[in-house]
C-alpha cells in the first residue's frame, strides 16, 4: 500500500513539475492547442508528425504515418513521444483542433526528473529533508533542460533515473516485469532511451549474478528483448529496412573528454556557467554536452580533500563504475577530444562502423554517467558529514544555483518566443482553400523551405505532404520518390491536387523551361517560389515580371564548377548533394535517379564540345554504368562508363545545340544504391559524381 508520505512526495513532485512548466513555458503557452511557441524545427517538425498521425485513419503498424512525408514511415521515428500519440489518437475525436500534449509531457518530465532523484536518494540516505534538497539538483540539470528546448521526447532523463533506482532497490517486489515495462516504456518515448536502458541493464544483471552468465541472466534477458521486439514491431519500428536504422554521425555526434567541466554546448548556445569559462569543443559533440555545474563539481572538490588522507572511505562501487567507463568510452566515440585537441582518431572497419552507426549520436551515452556522478557525491557527501550534512548540501546547491543563474532566468523567467516567421501574403489562403496538399519540388529530411512550410502546415488542415523531418526514414524510397517526381516533370506532367513550392534555383530554372508555356502558375510570395497547377490565370504582374527574370546560365568557352542551388549555375532537375558513405564531400553533384540534367544559354557563341568531368563514376557490381545522353530531347549518343572513368566527352554537337537555352539530359539506365553494394548506409539511386563542365 502507498502510505501518507509517498502520497505527499509525489503530489509536491507534480506540483514541482507543474510550477517548473509555468516558468518554462509561460501561462499564456500552456494550453492543449497552442503552438505560438514552436519555433525550433524540432518543435515544429514533432508537432507535424502527430498532427498528420491523428489526423489519419488506424493502420497497421500502429505507428504508420504515410501523410506526414508521403513515404513509408512510423510516429516512433518522429519525437512526437509515440505512447502519448497512441493515446491521444484513441481519443482525438474529443480533442480540440491542433491538439499537442506538449505542455503535459513537458510537466511530467520535470515532475518525474524531481520524484526520481528525490527516490533514489532517499533509499540511500533514508533522509526525507536531506532527499528532497538532493533533488533540486536533478531537476535544474543542465542536460535535461538544454534537451528540453530542442527535442522534448529526449527530455525523459526520469527513464535512466527510474532504472538506476530499480538497480538499487533492493527491496521491491516483482522487478523483472518493472524492468521490462520500463524498457518497453522507453521504446514508446525515444529509441536512444532505450539503448541506454539495455546497457544498463546488461551491465546491472551480469554484476547482480555475481560476473556469471547464469541461467537468471539469459531468462531476464531473453524475456526483455522478446517483449520488447514484439512491441516495436507492432508500433512501426521495422517500417522501414533495418539498415536504415543505422546514421552518419558515430565518431561526429559525441562527447569531449571536457564535457563534464564545459559549460556551453556548442557556438551560440547558451552559457550555463557565470563561473566557469566555455571550453572549445567540436560542432558535434554538443550531443554530448554534460556540464556537471560548479556546485557538483566543487562538492566533488571537497570530497576529495577530505578524504586525501583516508581514502579508504572512497569506495567505488564496481558495477556502476565499470557502467559509467563503458558508457564514456562509446561516447567519447573512435574520434577522442580534449578541448579543441583531437587525441585519437581510429578508422573503424565496416564491420564496428555499422552497429555503433545505430547509435549515431553517441555523446548522448554521457547522460546515465552524469546522473551517477551526481548520485554518487551527494551520497558520499551524506556520509562524511555527520552533523553538517543539509549545511552543505544547501551551500552546493546555492553555488549550484547561482552558477546557473543567467541560463535559469534565460529558460525559466524570460518570455518565450513564439513564431514570427509566419506567411502573411494572401496567396498562402488561396493555396488551403484550393489544394488538399502542399510539397515540395525536392524531398529532403532537411529542407530549406521548411522553416516557412512548417508554419503554414501547423496553421491548415492539408490532408497530406511530402515536407518531413524524421529520425529515421527509408532512403531508398525517398531517392525513388524524388527519380518518380523528376521522370514526371521531363514529361511535364504535373499534379493538379498538389501546391509546389520550387526547392531551388536549379529547379526553378528547368520547371519553368518546361511549363513556361503551360496554364501552371509561378508566384514568388514571401522569398519563395511556388508552382500552382492550372493557376497561371491568377499571377500579378509582379510575379510575372520576377518569373521572366529567371533565366539560365549564358555560356561561352569556359569552365564551370558545379554545387547545388546556384545563383548562376547550369544545373537543372535531377541532382544531389556530394556527400557520400562516412565522408561530407566538398564539390560537385551527383547525378540521382534515372534523369539528370543541367541547362544553359548559348547567345551568337559556337559551342563544338563539352567535356564533363567525373570524381567518380558509381557501378553495379561488375555491370558498367550505362547513359543515353539526349541534347534537347534528340537522342544523341549512349556510353558505358566504368569506376575508372574521368570524363564524358560530348564532340560533334554544333547540330544539335541552338542558338537559345538548350538541356542536356543524362538518362542513366542503371542506377544503384550504396546500400545495394553493403558500401555504405547510402539509399540514393547514384550514377556520376561530375565536378566540372568545360565548354570549348
Not at 76 to 103: D, E, M, R
Not at 205 to 216: D, Q
Not at 661 to 682: E, G, Q, Y
Request: net charge positive; proline share 3%; charged share 20%.
Amino acid at each position: 500500500m502507498i502510505n501518507k508520505s509517498e502520497v505527499l512526495i509525489f503530489s509536491l513532485s507534480f506540483l514541482i513539475g507543474t510550477i517548473s512548466t509555468t516558468l518554462y513555458l509561460g501561462l499564456s503557452n500552456i494550453g492543449l492547442d497552442n503552438t505560438e511557441w514552436f519555433t525550433t524545427y524540432d518543435l515544429k517538425s514533432d508537432f507535424l508528425a502527430l498532427k498528420f498521425f491523428l489526423n489519419d485513419n488506424w493502420r497497421f503498424p500502429i505507428g504508420s504515418n504515410p501523410n506526414y512525408g508521403e513515404i513509408s514511415n512510423s510516429i516512433v521515428f518522429s519525437g512526437a513521444v509515440p505512447f502519448f500519440s497512441f493515446l491521444s489518437k484513441l481519443f482525438y475525436f474529443i480533442l480540440p483542433k491542433n491538439f499537442h500534449f506538449f505542455s503535459l509531457w513537458i510537466a511530467l518530465c520535470f515532475s518525474l526528473q524531481f520524484l526520481f532523484g528525490y527516490k533514489i536518494i532517499y533509499y540511500l540516505t533514508k533522509n526525507n529533508l536531506y532527499s528532497l534538497f538532493a533533488g533540486v539538483f536533478f531537476l535544474i540539470s543542465p542536460i535535461l533542460i538544454y534537451r528540453l528546448n530542442f527535442h522534448l521526447s529526449l527530455g525523459a532523463h526520469w527513464l535512466i533515473l527510474a532504472g538506476i533506482f530499480l538497480d538499487i532497490d533492493k527491496n521491491q517486489k516483482n522487478i523483472l516485469p518493472k524492468k521490462i515495462f520500463l524498457i518497453i516504456f522507453s521504446s514508446l518515448v525515444h529509441f536512444y532511451f532505450t539503448i541506454i536502458l539495455l546497457l544498463m541493464n546488461f551491465f546491472f544483471s551480469f554484476f547482480n549474478n555475481k560476473l556469471k552468465f547464469t541461467y537468471n541472466f539469459f531468462k531476464e534477458n531473453f524475456l526483455i528483448f522478446l517483449f520488447l521486439i514484439i512491441t516495436m514491431y507492432f508500433v512501426g519500428y521495422f517500417h522501414i529496412p533495418a539498415t536504415d536504422a543505422l546514421g552518419f554521425g558515430y565518431g561526429y555526434y559525441k562527447t569531449n573528454f571536457l564535457s563534464f567541466i564545459d559549460p556551453v554546448p556548442s557556438l551560440n548556445s547558451n552559457d550555463w556557467s557565470i563561473i566557469l569559462p566555455d571550453i572549445y569543443n567540436f560542432s558535434g559533440e554538443k550531443e554530448g554536452f554534460a556540464y556537471l555545474g560548479f556546485g557538483i563539481l566543487t562538492l566533488i572538490f571537497y570530497l576529495i580533500i577530505k578524504n586525501i588522507m583516508n581514502l579508504k572511505n572512497i569506495r567505488l562501487n564496481l558495477k556502476y563504475f565499470t557502467l559509467c567507463l563503458f558508457l564514456f568510452l562509446l561516447a567519447l566515440s573512435n574520434n577522442v577530444s580534449f578541448g579543441s585537441f583531437n587525441l585519437v582518431s581510429i578508422d573503424l572497419p565496416n564491420i564496428l562502423y555499422a552497429p555503433l552507426s545505430i547509435l549515431r549520436a553517441s555523446g548522448r551515452l554521457i547522460w546515465p554517467v552524469y546522473y551517477i556522478i551526481i548520485i554518487f557525491t551527494i551520497y558520499k557527501l551524506y556520509k562524511s558529514e555527520k552533523k553538517n550534512r543539509y549545511s552543505f548540501l544547501i551551500i552546493f546547491l546555492l553555488i549550484q544555483i547561482f552558477d546557473f543563474s543567467n541560463s535559469l532566468n534565460m529558460n525559466f523567467l524570460k518570455e518565450k518566443k513564439v513564431r514570427d516567421d509566419k506567411l502573411d501574403d494572401p496567396i498562402w489562403k488561396f493555396v488551403e482553400e484550393n489544394y488538399n496538399n502542399i510539397s515540395t519540388t525536392k524531398i529532403s529530411n532537411r529542407t530549406e523551405s521548411f522553416k516557412f512550410i512548417s508554419n503554414l502546415l501547423i496553421d491548415n488542415n492539408f490532408e497530406s505532404t511530402n515536407y518531413f523531418r524524421l529520425g529515421r526514414y527509408n532512403r531508398e524510397f525517398a531517392s525513388e520518390y524524388r527519380s518518380k517526381f523528376v521522370k514526371k516533370l521531363m514529361i511535364k506532367e504535373v499534379d493538379s491536387n498538389k501546391a509546389f513550392i520550387i526547392e531551388n534555383k536549379d529547379h526553378l530554372r528547368h520547371i519553368k523551361f518546361l511549363l513556361k508555356d503551360s496554364d501552371h502558375g509561378f508566384f514568388n510570395r514571401n522569398g519563395l517560389w511556388m508552382l500552382l497547377p492550372n493557376k497561371k490565370k491568377f499571377m500579378l504582374e509582379n510575379d510575372i515580371l520576377k518569373f521572366n527574370s529567371v533565366e539560365a546560365r549564358q555560356v561561352k568557352s569556359e569552365k564551370i564548377q558545379l554545387k547545388e542551388n546556384d545563383k548562376d549555375g547550369i544545373l537543372g532537375l535531377g541532382w544531389s548533394h556530394p556527400n557520400y558513405g562516412r565522408s561530407i564531400g566538398s564539390g560537385g553533384v551527383w547525378s540521382e535517379g534515372y534523369f539528370s540534367s543541367i541547362i544553359f544559354k548559348i547567345k551568337n557563341t559556337k559551342i563544338n564540345s563539352i567535356n564533363v568531368y567525373l570524381n567518380q563514376v558509381f557501378t553495379n557490381k561488375n555491370e558498367d554504368l550505362k547513359i543515353k545522353i539526349l541534347i534537347n530531347n534528340k537522342s544523341y549518343k549512349e556510353i558505358s562508363l566504368d569506376s575508372n572513368s574521368k570524363k564524358i566527352i560530348l564532340n560533334d554537337i554544333k547540330n544539335y545545340l541552338k542558338n537559345g537555352n538548350n538541356v542536356i539530359t543524362f538518362n542513366i539506365l542503371n542506377p544503384s544504391t550504396p546500400l545495394s553494394k553493403l558500401t555504405s548506409i547510402d539509399g540514393r539511386l547514384l550514377g556520376i559524381l561530375v565536378n566540372e563542365i568545360v565548354f570549348n
